[in-house]
């Protein structure tokens, strides 16, 4: 286990919080794909929500390879949630996501509803 994940463990943050932030953003600053994955979610479902944040972070995350971040990439293009509207790109995504493993991402743009419910059942 990354000394990043046993961090995040070991904390006590509130939701959302600016340190709840401050720590992914660390994280993602620092190389760590799966922690910009979780600043992306953080924007997204935040009660501040960012969207240019969330897709920003997203990218990140993608083109560190995390496949995560290119699912959550693709799902921004699809929906123009935080970025332009590009269903070229969004497609592209998705099949990459898919490639690297993110079976939801084969279904394209009709798994973004499933997906949001995995993320919000994860976050309860």
Partial sequence: MSDFVADLHDADFEPYSPE???FFQSGCNAG???????????H????????????A??????????EEGCYFLAAAYATGSGVQHDPAMADMLFAQSCQMGVQLACEGASSIPNAMAIIETRLQ
Avoid: T, W, Y
Wanted: proline share 3%; hydrophobic share 55%.
């Fill in 57 to 66: 972070a997203a990218q990140q995350a993608c083109a560190m390879g995390d």
């Fill in 32 to 42: 760590l794909g799966k922690a910009c994955v979780g600043l992306a979610v953080l």
């Fill in 20 to 22: 709840q932030v401050q």
């Fill in 44 to 55: 997204a479902l935040s009660p501040n929500q960012n969207l240019s944040a969330a897709a």
